[in-house]
């Protein structure tokens, strides 16, 4: 699972990576709370339409991108075909790679580094600049919140894996 965990880490940051640099942090605004959000229309950096559109394209991609690796790691790398298996190596994979966005992007790359400060929301900061109070509400749905997304995941791979 060390190999999988990797690409799974590698895969999830170029997502991240994909969405905001090349725009810039306004580019990942939609990573953003909505009040943030709003700023940064009233600033005139971006409209709600292109929020919208970016993160409708973002996440249709991402959980596509997800979806696919999970699957290629489980069941055609690990050639996992039996349900429980599936749900425990889904569960793991999940849980490293929310650890992974909640340690390396949340915190280090969001909270701690300047590259997310945009001018102009310095009251806002608190928003997304708390890393521990992130971490308070996402350890919590990263741990438990995975165990019912992996019995239905693992429920998809499973039936896909019948048809290989």
Do not use: H
Request: proline share 3%; charged share 15%; with cysteine.
């Amino acid at each position: 699972m060390l190999v999988e965990t990797l690409i799974i880490w590698v895969l999830f940051l170029l997502y991240v990576w994909l969405c905001t640099v090349p725009l810039g942090p306004v580019g990942g605004a939609f990573f953003y709370t909505q009040d943030i959000q709003d700023r940064f229309v009233e600033l005139g950096l971006i409209t709600r339409e292109c929020i919208s559109r970016r993160r409708r394209v973002a996440l249709a991609a991402g959980l596509a991108a997800v979806l696919a690796a999970f699957f290629v790691c489980i069941c055609v790398v690990n050639g996992m075909r039996g349900y429980l298996g599936i749900v425990w190596q889904t569960y793991v994979l999940f849980a490293l790679m929310e650890t992974f966005d909640c340690v390396v992007v949340d915190t280090w790359w969001v909270a701690l580094s300047g590259w997310w400060d945009i001018p102009g929301t310095e009251d806002l900061r608190s928003s997304y600049k708390d890393w521990r109070a992130r971490m308070r509400i996402k350890v919590p749905r990263i741990y438990l919140g995975g165990i019912p997304l992996a019995f239905v995941l693992a429920g998809l791979f499973w039936f896909a894996a019948r048809l290989l």
